[in-house]
């Protein structure tokens, strides 16, 4: 049960015991006001006779009843369970952070410490590697995850040995379902993914989305932007893609991403290049229900690209849950 669910449902307690006292303070004052017997007619108020049968005992009422332990409970109104739960919903203010670590080459601690300054709810990471020998044979995801109290999936497009290498989506929100997405590769190519991941925010399940895209053919880097933006084109719920594009914004690249999704550099300042021949090449874009607030680029003291971040206003759900889909982590905003 999600800790809104479970608000929801106190909110809704307090709501029911609150009418139940109201009614049963309602039907005791009823009872109290009743007379505990019909007074009997004096001689004056007496009808006349009509025969020499002696008059009707008058009926004496029941007592009135007040409401014990065991009684039924009233029905609580109508629609009681929705009003609670829209009073509840609200918009949720997130930051992420996207971050292409260069495999943590120059310090793995050193990454976590410059993904914690950023202080984010969500991050995704590209070059990442799990139990690689030339990195220490760490899975680190996992050690990002641990280090900064996260939820983490991990979408594997490499292989080799026991060795794997590819993308990762930390969260502070917990991760309620995780896919990976091979792309089209073709001969030279290296075999790159889209690791999608569904978090509840704000009442409802949004769609986190971290890519790596080909960095030398543009011809399949194209073909692979195309792949993923048919992916996300089927997508119902509200999105958030991030990832090292290896191309800038007015490019064929781009251009099928741009047209489903909002860069959140509209909002951005200071310096924009994040790759490392000073180019924006590290994006984050979303739905256009999902409003950026600020976008900004850190340079990095380790890798080769600089850290994106950028903060987004996720709007408050327009339904009510109606079963619970997992529990959040840490929500700090």
Not at 34 to 47: D, H, I, L
Not at 124 to 143: C, M, P, V
Not at 167 to 184: D, E, G, H, Q
């Amino acid at each position: 049960m999600t800790k809104r669910e479970s608000l929801i449902r106190a909110a809704l307690l307090v709501l029911v015991l609150s009418i139940i006292a109201t009614l049963v303070v309602l039907d005791r004052t009823r009872g109290d006001d009743r007379p505990s017997a019909v007074p009997t007619p004096t001689a004056t108020e007496m009808p006349a006779k009509v025969n020499s049968d002696p008059p009707a005992a008058p009926e004496v009422p029941a007592p009135s009843k007040t409401a014990k332990p065991g009684d039924v409970i009233p029905t609580p109104p109508p629609g009681i369970e929705s009003i609670a739960c829209q009073k509840l919903q609200q918009s949720v203010e997130i930051r992420v952070l996207n971050f292409n670590t260069h495999r943590s080459y120059g310090g793995i601690g050193t990454v976590a410490a410059e993904i914690a300054a950023v202080d984010p709810d969500i991050v995704l990471l590209q070059e990442i590697d799990r139990f690689k020998g030339s990195t220490g044979n760490i899975d680190q995801a996992a050690y990002f995850a641990q280090a900064l109290g996260m939820d983490h999936a991990f979408g594997a497009n490499v292989r080799s040995g026991n060795g794997e290498y590819g993308v990762a989506v930390l969260s502070r929100f917990k991760i309620l379902n995780s896919r990976n997405y091979l792309l089209p590769n073709g001969p030279g190519g290296e075999q790159r993914g889209l690791l999608g991941v569904g978090v509840e925010v704000g009442g409802q399940e949004v769609r986190i989305y971290n890519t790596h895209l080909q960095n030398k053919m543009e011809g399949l880097r194209e073909a692979q932007a195309r792949h993923v933006a048919g992916i996300l084109a089927n997508e119902v719920n509200p999105i958030i893609l991030g990832g090292d594009m290896n191309a800038t914004v007015n490019t064929a690249t781009l251009a099928p991403l741009t047209s489903l999704l909002v860069d959140a550099w509209s909002v951005g300042s200071g310096p924009e290049g994040t790759g490392p021949n000073g180019s924006r090449i590290d994006f984050l874009l979303a739905s256009p229900t999902i409003k950026p607030q600020q976008a900004q680029v850190l340079r990095s003291s380790i890798s080769d690209h600089a850290r994106l971040y950028a903060d987004f206003v996720v709007p408050a759900a327009t339904d009510c849950p109606t079963q619970p889909r997992g529990t959040k982590g840490n929500q700090k905003r």
